[in-house]
């Protein structure tokens, strides 16, 4: 069973930055490609950032390219994602994953396991 716990949310003022923590339990962590998803009220469950399992490969979404920047540490078995430039637009509860193959992906059925998710919020 692999649980991943996030942390590092709260609330900032636009124009602040936060970082994200993903710790994973499981030996299997670093064969896989993990990735962040948020989701404000009333909306969809969307892709932000992903990142292979060798951490070359890194991709986000349009939203936050440029801000945002994801990593990974398999030796702590920790995924992380800062985010700088807050804007009020970024205020959901975020998500991290572990996907299903080691490259990751931007979909959410490419993922199997999820965390409970953190709250950020950017007040403007």
Sequence with gaps: QVQ????????????????????????????????????????????VAGISWTGVSKYYADSVKGRFTISRDNAKNTVYLQM????????????????????????TLEYDYWGQGTQVTVSS
Excluded at 6 to 30: D, I, K, N, P, Y
């Design 4 to 47: 991943l716990v996030e942390s590092g949310g709260g609330l900032v003022q636009a124009g602040g930055s936060l970082r994200l923590s993903c710790a994973a339990s499981g030996r299997t962590f670093s064969t896989y490609g993990m990735g962040w998803f948020r989701q404000a009220p009333g909306k969809e469950r969307e892709f």
């Design 84 to 107: 700088n430039s807050l804007k009020p637009e970024d205020t959901a509860v975020y998500y991290c994953a572990r996907g299903l193959s080691p490259a990751g992906g931007r979909r």
